[in-house]
């Protein structure tokens, strides 16, 4: 096989393994099987919801990655600080406010959040 031909064999395999129209579970390894049952095993789940829950919890990685808040503090252990940080000022400044008051708050952050 010359290199053209492999190259061309590589981007054919890579456009079928991105086919969003291909079931992903012909793509699946023994392997993947394996580590999916004793995931799904040790956590008490299905191995739906195992996954399920896998790719919730990938998707906000991926939003915290991409935060606002981490694409302008460029060190993790910064950006974890002042996340930690913001939650207690958040917490203490919770815990000074009335019922009526966090209520409030919570339905104008609940209809803008609806809004979007």
Do not use: H
């Amino acid at each position: 096989m010359t290199n053209g031909e492999k190259e061309r064999s590589e981007k054919k395999r890579a456009r079928t393994r991105d086919d969003e129209r291909r079931p992903v579970w012909l793509e699946a390894t023994e392997s993947f099987y394996q580590k999916l049952n004793r995931i799904a095993r040790r956590c008490e789940l299905s191995r739906y919801e195992a996954l399920s829950r896998g790719l919730d919890a990938l998707r906000r990685e991926v939003e915290v990655k991409n935060s606002a808040l981490n694409q302008t503090i460029k060190n993790p252990g910064q950006s974890e600080v002042f996340r930690r940080s913001m939650g207690k000022v958040s917490r203490s400044y919770g815990a000074t406010s009335s019922e009526e008051e966090r209520r409030e708050r919570a339905r104008k952050s609940a209809q803008a959040r609806w809004s979007r």
